[in-house]
């Protein structure tokens, strides 16, 4: 028995009320999570994401289809998904004028803990988080970061083996990063706890996730570990050129790459094989070609290449900021 | 696979993209411990998992009201200051048309300016709040918790009754000392606080709940608290018959009567009996509708 089993999810909003037309927000989604796997649903803002988590949530019931989770009909049951689950969303409004501590204390007292327990886990998961020394202080004084792990720390709280988490790390620093995945992780290894992580971060999706579903337009266009998804788009690799002034047209080798480039103002992104790539590397790393450029990066394919290789329609997805820190 | 050519970028210049290194370094987080089929599933169990326990009724109320009463550490000045500033102002202002002495006026502005602390802050600003809450998404905190609906509804509207316990205090003795009414009835205020404080936070947090955008919250619940300012501290006698037919229609309105028996020296303890019950009938209609409105928007 898989630990989450959508299957033929369908939920359609009304449109805007000057334009009634409906948008198809999940357009027939089916997947199967297995117990203690990091599973993530990738996808550019507007794919459907938040609509199926709020679903899976309890929040919102589906116009057609099945969600099992944990083996309970959340279709015909969506109050035991509070019982089951612990949700992470991206605001922290209800928390805010909270201090870190009663936060996390209070959210553990409403996840059904009785007062002392709440009391050693929020001690606890504090103390894991590192965020002892905020303790005292109100979320809406912390930084962004600091507020979101925070956030964490409560969604942590209550002993839930199912975790749904919506762009856990927004916002926080390399430390702060490296916590909550060393938590989330100690959690699956004792516990087998499952979690589903919401992320349009390409590079947090590689690192973390053990299989991914690729959302579009309300669909599934892929699920596969992100390996498995890498290796759908062959052995590309991708060479992005960013140039000094403008690019050096007059070598004809950079002029024949330009109809085959992404041109985003200084920097060109090719997708080419490595045999490819490498003579393009050695163009731009000598004469005239290479004074004219300021930098180049040589990289194997993302998950943002293999969603547009799938036929992704909307360039949503980010690199930054989810990883490097 | 990644090299810069030599020179390097211009300052103040991004870099071009992400350094091209595995993925689980790039993190600094712990690569799980997946194996190339993807998975690390855990031992699936043969039936249901247990359901969590939901907390009762009462633990959770009294968690969301404790937390909720912990905001006025945060934000004292407009939970607890600005109402009290507002009816000490209005006390003072009409000292200069209306007489001292335990008259009907005297009586109205001093027992209206209290329950004005109280609509501001549990009409007013709980519509603001939920309204806020609504907008933000923040609800859904609350809604993905086993937490009974009543228990948010009661239990923020307990808080932010709470929070005019002091200011409606502050008002009631000032105003009796500066209208030269009686102060031996103002134990009464023990319970029309919190009775007038269930009807008009009821009423605060049904329309934060249900206005379909935090504008139109805000508006309701100054225009509610306007009502109350405007059909309270005025003698009801020198209202023409309309505005009185409003003035019966606002909960506050029997707290203000309540309040009012009191404030002279031979207190009508018929009157407070008819206001405080009638206070407690319309808290209960308000609370139930506040649960109601709860229920809903956090379902939407």
């Not at chain 1, 590192?130 to 600091?146: H, I, T």
């Not at chain 2, 209306?98 to 009586?107: I, L, S, T, W």
């Not at chain 2, 027992?111 to 603001?128: K, R």
């Not at chain 2, 809450?133 to 509804?153: C, F």
Request: aromatic letters at 4%.
């Amino acid at each position: 028995m898989p630990a989450l089993d959508v299957s033929g999810l369908e939920k359609t909003y009304r449109g805007p009320r000057r334009n009634r037309s409906p948008v198809r927000a999940n357009a027939g989604i089916s997947l199967r999570v297995r117990h203690g796997e990091i599973f993530g649903l990738l996808g550019p803002n507007g794919a459907g994401k938040t609509t199926l988590v709020r679903q899976l949530t309890g929040l919102l019931r589906p116009d057609a289809g099945r969600i099992t989770l944990l083996g309970h009909d959340l279709c015909r049951h969506p109050r035991r998904a509070p019982r089951l689950l612990a949700y992470l969303g991206q605001q922290s409004t209800a928390l805010d004028e909270l201090t870190v501590s009663l936060a996390v204390e209070t959210t553990g007292r409403l996840r059904g803990l009785g007062a002392p327990a709440a009391r050693h886990e929020r001690d606890a998961v504090l103390d894991e988080l590192g965020l002892g020394a905020l303790a005292g202080r109100p979320l809406n004084s912390l930084s962004g970061g600091e507020r979101r792990l925070a956030c964490v720390a409560a969604a942590l709280t209550g002993h839930r083996s199912f975790l749904v988490l919506d762009e856990p790390t927004t916002g926080m620093d390399p430390v702060a990063r490296r916590a909550v995945w060393s938590a989330i992780d100690r959690r699956r290894t004792e516990r087998g706890t499952t979690v589903l992580l919401v992320t349009h971060n390409v590079s947090e999706a590689e690192a973390v996730l053990d299989r991914v579903a690729v959302l579009d337009g309300g669909r599934i266009i892929a699920c596969d570990t992100p390996a498995g998804l890498k290796a759908r788009v062959g052995d590309e690799v991708r060479l992005d050129l960013v140039w000094r002034d403008r690019p050096p047209l007059e070598v004809p080798a950079v002029a024949a790459l330009r109809a085959r480039a992404g041109i985003a103002g200084r920097r060109w992104t090719l997708r080419l094989g490595p045999e490819a790539a490498r003579g393009v590397v050695a163009t731009v790393t000598t004469g005239p070609a290479f004074a004219a450029l300021e930098d180049f990066t040589l990289a194997t394919v993302s998950l943002e290449d293999v969603y547009l290789a799938l036929g992704g329609r909307s360039p949503g997805l980010v690199r930054e900021g989810g990883v490097t820190g | 696979m990644s090299a810069a050519p030599a020179g390097g970028r211009r300052p103040g210049e991004r870099p071009s993209g992400p350094p091209a290194r595995p993925p689980a370094q790039r993190t600094g987080a712990p690569r799980p411990a997946a194996d190339t089929s993807g998975a690390a599933p855990g031992a699936a169990p043969p039936g249901p998992v247990a359901l969590a326990p939901a907390p009762g009724l009462w633990p959770a109320l009294g968690a969301v009201y404790r937390a909720q009463l912990s905001r006025a550490r945060v934000a004292r000045i407009p939970l607890l200051f600005v109402a009290t500033f507002q009816s000490l102002g209005i006390l003072v202002l009409l000292r200069g048309v209306v007489d001292p002495g335990p008259g009907e006026a005297a009586r109205a502005v001093v027992a209206g300016s209290t329950v004005l602390v109280v609509a501001f802050v549990a009409l007013n600003l709980l519509a603001q709040h939920f309204g806020r809450l609504r907008a933000s998404g923040g609800l859904d905190h609350y809604a993905t918790l086993p937490v009974p609906a009543a228990a948010v509804a009661l239990g923020t509207a307990a808080a932010y009754a709470s929070f005019t316990l002091p200011g409606a205090a502050v008002t009631a003795v000032t105003g009796s000392v500066l209208y030269e009414l009686p102060m031996g009835g103002l134990w009464l205020l023990a319970a029309v606080v919190p009775l007038a404080g269930a009807a008009l936070a009821g009423l605060g947090a049904a329309l934060g709940l249900l206005a379909p955008r935090p504008e139109l919250a805000t508006l309701c619940g100054q225009l509610g608290m306007s009502a109350a300012l405007l059909l309270g501290v005025l003698p009801a006698s020198r209202m023409p018959a309309p505005v009185q037919l409003v003035r019966d229609l606002l909960p506050s309105t029997y707290g203000v009567e309540a309040l009012a028996a009191v404030l002279r020296p031979d207190p009508q303890w018929d009157a407070v009996a008819v206001g405080l019950t009638v206070c407690t009938v319309a808290g209960a209609a308000a609370l139930a509708l506040a649960t109601w409105s709860y229920r809903r928007a956090a379902t939407r």
